[in-house]
């Protein structure tokens, strides 16, 4: 099958690769199927690229990589809508939101994980309790340092 992508142009998909969101995604209903996407760098990152969307795609991960305490309860409707078998056959990640005005500040939706089998290749997305923020810093913010100043003052010149 063929993908095409704003992001990654055009390019070939095998058909069991195709993972489909029976509800689609948050604010996505109608695009349920995504292929999954290696990020080209080391880092921990994957696409979930749409395949019925060109300019539809998430950035993903682990959340075990950054937050080793993160546990989810996953319900039996869940389950049985992705007609989940063992913990093996499962995966949850969680979609990212990098602001392209400081990449460094990184969040994680941990409220709504996705929750995929690898035997039947469904997914779901989670909706999870409040007690799961929907920005989880991946980076801690760096503490100010010892007597500087947190007020921003207007420079008096303007530098050459």
């Not at 990640?93 to 400081?102: A, K, N, R």
């Not at 929907?134 to 100043?149: D, K, W, Y």
């Given at each position: 099958m063929n993908c095409t992508s704003t992001r990654f142009g055009?390019?070939?998909?095998?058909?069991?690769?195709?993972v489909t969101f029976?509800?689609?995604?948050?604010?996505?209903?109608?695009q349920q199927?995504?292929?999954i996407?290696?990020?080209d760098t080391e880092a921990p990152f994957k696409w979930l690229q749409s395949i019925e969307e060109p300019d539809l795609a998430f950035v993903l991960m682990d959340p075990a990589t950054f937050h080793p305490d993160y546990h989810v309860e996953v319900s039996a409707d869940a389950l049985m809508e992705i007609k989940g078998g063992e913990r093996e056959d499962l995966t949850l990640?969680?979609?990212?939101?990098?602001?392209?005005?400081?990449p460094g500040r990184i969040t994680?939706?941990?409220?709504?994980?996705?929750?995929?089998?690898?035997?039947?290749?469904?997914?779901?997305?989670?909706?999870?309790?409040e007690d799961f923020p929907?920005?989880?810093?991946?980076?801690?913010?760096?503490?100010?340092?010892?007597?500087?100043?947190t007020d921003v003052q207007p420079a008096t010149e303007c530098p050459t």
């Open positions: 055009s390019f070939e998909v095998p058909d069991e690769s195709v029976p509800s689609g995604l948050l604010g996505f209903p109608e199927r995504y292929v996407l290696d990020h990640v969680v979609i990212l939101t990098i602001p392209s005005d400081d994680a939706n941990l409220r709504g994980p996705l929750l995929m089998s690898h035997t039947s290749k469904l997914g779901k997305q989670l909706v999870l309790s929907t920005r989880h810093p991946l980076f801690p913010s760096a503490p100010p340092s010892r007597g500087a100043s």
